[in-house]
């Protein structure tokens, strides 16, 4: 004897209701009906049933939100004159869909079609979910990426906090991004902020806000970024490099919910979910006493960890292709290729600022190229490749002699800021070199000097 099938039917009209209901119980099935998706959650487990039928157009929401929350396979019914939309639902999962107003035949046939597709993968039909990507352009098969997946979409399914630890360039803002877009506070924008970005002394009425009179130059009340966070997502990047009095405020919005504006005796309430990310070893930082032992555990609830690009094998030249593509479409230029010691090269480097230094490298390949291929030159790389860190010397040798030694331009960098950074600031010492702020930033990530905190007397 064969098992009935049970189905779900989620549609707010009464009528296409109850036709649904009469034409699949004709066929045996066990039908049980919800009017939307609130409906559905609240009064079945939507995974044990074979299919679910839905609407697209439900009174809370959209049919498709069904596809995030189950495994059971969704079919899709939609207007034709959404049908654009319909084709969209087939990208983001949905099993199947069908044109209203639809024809027996077609549901009969669909219905069928996706039990026995379900019972072919042996009950585990669950659309590649852990291949899927959870943001649209993330790119990423390897199994460590897999894992990363998988976990971003169950921790979006939470309020907790995360934090995100990765190399510079390996993609945390986006996986931070993916986290808030992925949860039911993704309505309101994600709030970002950078702590390295941010200059000491402003970081904590940037962050909490300020009253009137509270320092020399605060003319007005002013309402923080953890405040205009509230129903949504906070990301602070580089959460590191907070200095200790912002870390124990912050502490305190995590553990008691509240806030308190810097020269303020009054707590507001706020419901942030804090999303943190690093490059640093956050342990190692409260080994140092750079970190909040407190805040640490607070923080570290969940982790997210991001592979360096060097691991994630062929995950590289996949990521290269569709960022060389990108790149073309993006600056308008002819369809380009790699040579074959272009993707030797790709695969053999190490590439120390990951994504993002890949990006950088297809992007002024595709600027210098003459031609239709890009060969390893123009990516220039190799050099790079093979240079080993070394040890800043404390001989007192000139940098220009330095740099004609043959140093690489990261070991000439190194070695400038290392040299200077205890009488120039930020701004001088990028003057210096002849970058921007943020590119002298963005290079500290890369090679790994991040700014000093100011060491407190
Ligand atoms: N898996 C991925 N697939 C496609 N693009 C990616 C992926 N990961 C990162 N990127 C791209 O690489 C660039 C860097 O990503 P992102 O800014 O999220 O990294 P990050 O870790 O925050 O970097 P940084 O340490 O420099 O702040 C972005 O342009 C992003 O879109
Ligand atoms: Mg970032």
């Known amino acids: 004897m064969i098992a009935t099938k049970d189905i779900l039917v989620v549609e707010a009209d009464e009528v296409t209701r109850n036709a649904l209901k009469l034409l699949l119980a004709q066929y045996k099935y ?7 998706i609130k409906e559905s959650l609240e009064k079945y487990d939507v995974d044990s049933f074979d299919v679910i039928v839905s609407d697209l157009n439900l009174p809370d929401g959209l049919g498709t939100d069904l596809i995030k929350i189950t495994n059971t396979p969704v079919l899709i019914m939609t207007r ?23 024809d027996n035949n077609e549901i ?12 072919n993968k042996k009950g585990s039909f669950n659309r590649n979910e852990d291949q ?16 990363l997946f998988r976990r971003i979409r169950k921790v979006a399914q939470t309020s907790s906090t995360a934090l995100v630890n990765g190399e510079s360039g390996t993609g945390k803002e986006l996986v931070a991004k993916a986290i808030h877009d992925l ?16 200059p000491e002394n402003l970081i904590e009425s940037e962050l909490f806000g300020h009253e009137k009179g ?19 997502t906070l990301f602070l990047d580089e959460i ?31 419901d942030v979910r804090l999303v943190a990310a690093t490059h640093r070893d956050l342990k190692q930082l409260v080994i140092d006493g750079d970190f909040r032992e407190d805040l640490y555990y607070r923080i570290n609830v969940m982790t997210l960890l991001i592979p360096p690009l060097r691991d994630r094998g062929n995950d590289i030249l996949e990521l ?16 380009l290729n790699f040579s074959e010691g272009a993707n030797t090269a790709i695969i053999s480097y190490s590439w120390p600022g990951n994504v993002r230094e890949l990006e950088n490298a297809i992007e002024r390949a595709v600027v210098l190229v003459e031609g239709s291929e890009i060969g390893e030159e123009l990516l220039a790389i190799e050099a790079e490749s093979t240079i080993e860190v070394r040890e800043s010397s404390s001989e007192t040798t000139s940098l220009n002699e330095n740099y004609n030694e043959g140093l690489s331009l990261q070991e000439y960098f190194q070695r400038f800021v290392l040299e200077h950074q205890g009488f120039l600031n930020e701004t001088q010492l990028a003057e210096k070199l002849g970058i921007s702020r943020k590119c002298l930033w963005e290079r500290r990530q890369k090679f790994g000097i991040p700014r000093k905190k100011k060491e407190s007397a």
Do not use: W
């Open 30 to 36: 066990s039908v049980n009906e919800a009017r939307s």
């Open 80 to 102: 034709y004159s959404s049908i654009r939309s319909a084709i969209d639902t087939i990208k983001m999962g949905a099993a199947d869909y069908i044109a209203k107003p639809f």
């Open 108 to 119: 009969i046939e669909a219905v069928v079609r996706l039990i026995s597709e379900k019972e």
């Open 132 to 147: 899927e990507p959870p943001v649209q352009g993330m790119v990423g098969r390897c199994p460590q990426m897999m894992e």
């Open 183 to 198: 949860s039911t506070r993704k309505k309101q924008e994600m709030i970002s902020v950078n702590c390295a970005a941010i």
């Open 214 to 232: 509270a320092f020399t130059g605060a003319t007005a009340t002013r309402t923080g970024l953890v405040e205009a966070a509230h129903g949504s």
């Open 240 to 270: 590191g490099e907070l200095p200790l009095e912002a870390q124990a405020r912050l502490l305190r919005v995590l553990q008691e919910n509240e806030i308190r504006k810097v020269g303020s005796v009054q707590s507001t309430k706020v």
């Open 320 to 335: 290269a292709e569709i960022k060389l593509k990108r790149t073309c479409s993006r600056l308008e230029a002819p369809t």
